[in-house]
């Protein structure tokens, strides 16, 4: 199974559509597309609705560009999580991360609302 | 531009030396033992001390054959440990085991053969069960197959919560009869996350510790028996047979078919400890799941079968635990092997305590004896990582090693204290002439346990071992015929009472009794110093049909029912309100034995006994009353508990308290509920101070304080 990756680019992030598995020999090219979007500096947001199976070193990477994120103070969102994906996430303790970014992210947005 | 955190340092042992079987490969470092990820590959180290040779097995994961067999060159041997680093792996789609060749000699104690494929004795995970209950196909050379996985959790801000012992209440639960019944209403029944959905209930309970049955990977499909009665499969459901003791049970994982059975368990870890509630682990060192001579060989027969089984001059095995095999734990190898598997807990599993089975055993040298100074009981008592950690015994084994109150503890280990249980549990169904002995069991067993506290005693009254406490009070002998052998395994010295009438009954007044009985039970165990365990759903009245031995139920018999959360609410809420009432009493919890001493400006002693009269306990041969104070160890309150088994009432004369306090009452079990128990704090105050009529077979618990304005009204 492989994995193919698509960025774009709105005005407000960059948004990189994956599609297949992310497992131990397709993560490896998800961070090399990931990491230079997170450098960039722009919010970042993986959509994963195309994803029907993360593996164990596939989450590890998605956290591992998170951390990357939260050093370089760049938002990173996941989006499109299938219903078995988010339970494994969930399950395994990963979810509490980007649950966490999600959460912060939408705090922000509130913030930015209320500042206007 | 800030370098990236995830880019590799390079290493020049990146780079490999030799080819082997097809791939590149360097010596690996002998430690750590097991197969850890390392850069560019993976190093696999596996000891033997009499192997004449080694050979790796790597399989594509889940696939039948071997895809590649590398045998370790001899420069990759130090010492008798084989090390090599393997480039190129994808170390999450492969599976590993090792051939050892060498000696087949079973009376010199060495039964090596490199057809068998063995699993790794460090590996940390292990794929073969991944879900509970399905069949194994048996066929297949390799069973328990070792996988390499990285060990990166990310605990964020989880520490250990340190909980003093005395503070502890401990529940002992099972990981998947916990949530497997369909009325949990978790996603996942009977795993580590549909446990982890549990997680505010047991915070609600009060309990701050929970002990888990064996989560080390078992196989819960190898008992061969049937119900005799249904012709439904037996399993191992409790798990006292360990495959692999340095990886979590996949079958417990709802996740384990995907190899995540560590991140979900160090998940629900992780989300224990942020609700305050401790993990101890339940594990058997004693011995091992390979059995004896007709026992399978799975991973320690193969590599070393002289270094970690006990065996007699013959070659056969000692068999102290029941079993068939029983581990050499005293063996210097084995101790670090031991040693290395709780600091692997602690360390990367973040546990915080262990309940050891068969730990008499652990005092045994090679060929049986007891050792007078065990070296692995005082490694696990000294060692730094594990130094914080519980340590707790089941002090005797199945060879008639029994050292309840003898342990080597070198001032770490506390005991499951079995005379505890036999003593409340003979004094709750009217044995008279218990009263002596009971006092000695509630005051912490000073005779057991003098010089070394009240939290060397861990009480209990049942464990997942023996009859549930609504079973305590329903049976009078054991129903073990679903077991399938007969009705002949399972303890036979129950000491329980089943208020009339074997088993499930319409009478209310014998129901009504039983009820009583349970809740005269947790007032003891509440009420008593040292360690209270609860056995999971003994809060909710669970029975299991009178069978105590349930190792082999996995069905309604052992599972948890959720609907009795509801059904028996008021004794759910009498348990929690116990538990309250001890966590806020700390003369309960008092860590030195009480000795009777007066405490000053109270008037009081810490410790004092009665019977009908205040200050005159009956301990003669016919007594079944007896009631005990306690006072003055970090409150100004004094605790009075009177226990009547007698079948009769009987007017309590109440000691004196000292100015300006009164008697409120707490419990009175001989009350219908809601009027059984009170919220701590908001006990009502007895208009009647001096006196108090105690109903048949009852436990009554009153707190002497200074009247709160905010209460009121009298009884």
Same mark, same amino acid.
């Given at each position: 199974m492989t994995l193919s990756v698509k960025e774009r680019r709105n005005k407000t992030a960059t948004v990189l559509v994956a599609t297949g598995e992310i497992n131990s020999e397709t993560s490896g090219a998800l961070l090399q597309a990931l990491l230079p979007l997170v450098r960039e500096g722009r919010p970042l947001r993986i959509d994963l609705t195309a994803v029907d199976y993360v593996s164990s070193a596939g989450l590890r990477t998605l956290l591992v560009v998170y951390r990357e994120a939260q050093h370089a103070g760049v938002a990173v969102t996941l989006y499109g999580v299938s219903e078995e994906v988010r339970f494994v996430m969930s399950a395994t303790g990963f979810l509490d991360f980007f649950s966490a970014g999600e959460a912060a992210a939408a705090e922000a947005k509130a913030k930015a609302k209320a500042a206007r | 531009m800030t370098e990236s955190r995830s880019e590799q340092v390079l290493r020049v042992d990146a780079y490999p030396t030799h080819e082997v079987?097809?791939?590149?490969?360097? +010596?690996?470092?002998?430690?750590?033992?097991?197969?850890?990820?390392?850069?560019?590959?993976?190093?696999?180290?596996?000891?033997?001390?009499?192997?004449?040779?080694?050979?790796?097995?790597?399989? =594509?994961?889940?696939?039948?054959?071997?895809?590649?067999?590398?045998?370790? &060159?001899?420069?990759?041997?130090?010492?008798?440990?084989?090390?090599?680093?393997?480039?190129?792996?994808? %170390?999450?789609?492969?599976?590993?085991?090792?051939?050892?060749?060498?000696?087949?000699?079973?009376?010199?104690?060495?039964?090596?053969?490199?057809?068998?494929?063995?699993?790794?004795?460090?590996?940390?995970?292990? +794929?073969?069960?991944?879900? /509970?209950?399905?069949?194994?196909?048996?066929? =297949?050379?390799?069973?328990?197959?070792?996988?390499?996985?990285?060990?990166?959790?990310?605990?964020?801000?989880?520490?250990?919560?340190?909980?003093?012992?005395?503070?502890?209440?401990?529940?002992? #639960?099972?990981?998947?009869?916990?949530?497997? %019944?369909?009325?949990?209403?978790?996603?996942?029944?009977?795993?580590? +996350?549909?446990?982890?959905?549990k997680i505010p209930y047991l915070r609600e309970l009060g309990v701050n510790c929970i002990e888990l049955l064996p989560v080390f990977e078992f196989d819960e499909s190898d008992n061969p028996r049937s119900n005799p009665e249904t012709g439904e499969k037996l399993y191992d459901y409790w798990g006292y047979n360990t495959v692999s003791f340095f990886a979590p049970k996949a079958g417990y994982a709802a996740t384990g078919r995907y190899g995540m059975q560590g991140d979900e368990f160090r998940t629900l870890i992780k989300d224990l400890h942020a609700a305050g509630i401790e993990v101890i682990l339940d594990v058997v060192f004693n011995h091992t799941a390979e059995g004896n001579e007709q026992g399978p060989t799975i991973s320690f027969k193969g590599l070393d079968n002289a270094t970690y089984y006990m065996l007699t001059p013959e070659g056969?095995?000692?068999?102290?635990?029941?079993?068939?095999?029983?581990?050499?734990? !005293?063996?210097?190898?084995?101790?670090?092997?031991?040693?290395?598997?709780?600091?692997?807990?602690?360390?990367?599993? %973040?546990?915080?305590?262990?309940?050891?089975?068969?730990?008499?055993?652990?005092?045994?040298?090679?060929?049986?004896?007891?050792?007078?100074? &065990? &070296?692995?009981?005082?490694?696990? #008592?000294?060692?730094?990582?594990?130094?914080?950690?519980?340590?707790?015994?089941?002090?005797?084994?199945?060879?008639?090693?029994?050292?309840?109150? !003898?342990?080597?503890?070198?001032?770490?280990?506390?005991?499951? !204290?079995?005379?505890?249980?036999?003593?409340?549990? $003979?004094?709750?169904?009217?044995?008279?002439?218990?009263?002596?002995?009971?006092?000695?069991?509630?005051?912490?067993?000073?005779?057991?346990?003098?010089?070394?506290?009240?939290?060397? $005693?861990?009480?209990?009254?049942?464990?997942?071992?023996?009859? $549930?406490?609504?079973?305590?009070?329903?049976?009078?002998?054991?129903?073990?015929? +679903? !077991?399938?052998?007969?009705?002949?395994?399972?303890?036979?010295?129950?000491?329980? /009472?089943?208020?009339?009438?074997?088993?499930?009954?319409?009478?209310?007044?014998?129901?009504?009794?039983?009820?009583?009985?349970?809740?005269?039970?947790?007032?003891?165990?509440?009420?008593?110093?040292?360690?209270?365990?609860?056995?999971?759903?003994?809060?909710?009245?669970?029975?299991?049909?009178?069978?105590?031995?349930?190792?082999?139920?996995?069905?309604?018999?052992?599972?948890?029912? /959720?609907?009795?959360?509801?059904?028996?609410?008021?004794?759910?809420?009498?348990?929690?309100?116990?538990? #309250?009432?001890?966590k806020r009493h700390r003369e309960l919890r008092a860590t030195v034995h009480p000795t009777g001493r007066m405490r000053d400006g109270l008037g009081l002693p810490d410790i004092s006994w009665h019977g009908e009269r205040a200050w005159q306990p009956d301990w003669s041969g016919d007594a079944r009353l007896l009631a005990v104070a306690r006072c003055g160890t970090g409150d100004d309150d004094v605790v009075y508990v009177a226990m009547n088994a007698h079948w009769e009432s009987h007017d309590l004369e109440l000691p004196a308290l000292p100015g300006g306090r009164s008697w409120h009452l707490f419990a009175d079990t001989g009350n219908e509920a809601p009027y059984d128990i009170r919220t701590p704090g908001a006990e009502q105050e007895l208009d009647n101070a001096g006196k108090y009529l105690i109903g048949p077979r009852s436990v009554v618990i009153l707190v002497g304080r200074a009247n709160d304005p905010e209460t009121t009204g009298t009884l």
């Open positions: - | 079987g097809g791939y590149r490969v360097r +010596a690996g470092k002998p430690f750590p033992f097991g197969a850890n990820v390392v850069p560019g590959g993976v190093s696999f180290s596996v000891f033997s001390d009499q192997a004449t040779s080694m050979t790796l097995v790597l399989f =594509r994961r889940g696939e039948p054959e071997p895809m590649a067999e590398l045998e370790f &060159p001899e420069e990759f041997r130090t010492g008798s440990v084989f090390a090599m680093t393997v480039f190129g792996l994808d %170390h999450e789609n492969i599976e590993y085991g090792y051939r050892a060749d060498g000696p087949y000699d079973p009376v010199t104690g060495h039964r090596f053969d490199a057809r068998q494929i063995l699993s790794d004795p460090y590996a940390r995970l292990i +794929a073969g069960r991944d879900v /509970w209950g399905v069949e194994p196909d048996r066929g =297949r050379g390799y069973q328990y197959r070792s996988r390499v996985c990285l060990q990166d959790f990310d605990w964020a801000d989880d520490t250990p919560l340190r909980i003093p012992a005395e503070d502890l209440v401990v529940y002992e #639960a099972h990981v998947r009869g916990f949530t497997r %019944h369909p009325s949990s209403g978790v996603t996942a029944p009977g795993t580590f +996350a549909g446990l982890r959905e056969y095995y000692f068999n102290f635990s029941g079993t068939g095999n029983t581990v050499n734990c !005293n063996h210097p190898v084995v101790r670090n092997y031991v040693l290395d598997c709780l600091r692997h807990w602690v360390a990367d599993y %973040h546990i915080d305590g262990f309940r050891f089975d068969l730990a008499a055993i652990l005092g045994r040298s090679a060929d049986g004896t007891p050792l007078p100074n &065990p &070296p692995l009981l005082e490694l696990l #008592a000294y060692d730094p990582v594990l130094r914080h950690t519980k340590l707790i015994a089941e002090a005797w084994d199945a060879g008639g090693l029994y050292e309840v109150g !003898n342990f080597p503890a070198y001032g770490r280990w506390a005991e499951w !204290n079995g005379k505890y249980r036999d003593t409340v549990r $003979s004094f709750l169904k009217g044995d008279p002439g218990v009263t002596g002995e009971l006092a000695t069991r509630i005051a912490g067993s000073p005779d057991l346990y003098s010089g070394r506290g009240t939290s060397a $005693s861990v009480n209990f009254l049942t464990a997942h071992d023996g009859f $549930s406490l609504a079973d305590l009070v329903s049976y009078n002998d054991k129903h073990n015929e +679903a !077991n399938g052998e007969g009705n002949n395994d399972g303890g036979n010295d129950n000491a329980s /009472w089943n208020c009339g009438v074997e088993g499930p009954t319409d009478d209310p007044g014998i129901n009504a009794l039983r009820e009583r009985q349970m809740k005269n039970a947790l007032a003891i165990l509440f009420t008593s110093q040292g360690i209270p365990m609860l056995l999971s759903g003994d809060e909710v009245a669970r029975s299991q049909q009178g069978n105590n031995n349930t190792y082999c139920q996995d069905n309604e018999l052992s599972w948890f029912d /959720w609907d009795q959360v509801d059904e028996n609410a008021d004794l759910l809420r009498f348990t929690r309100e116990m538990i #309250a009432f001890r």
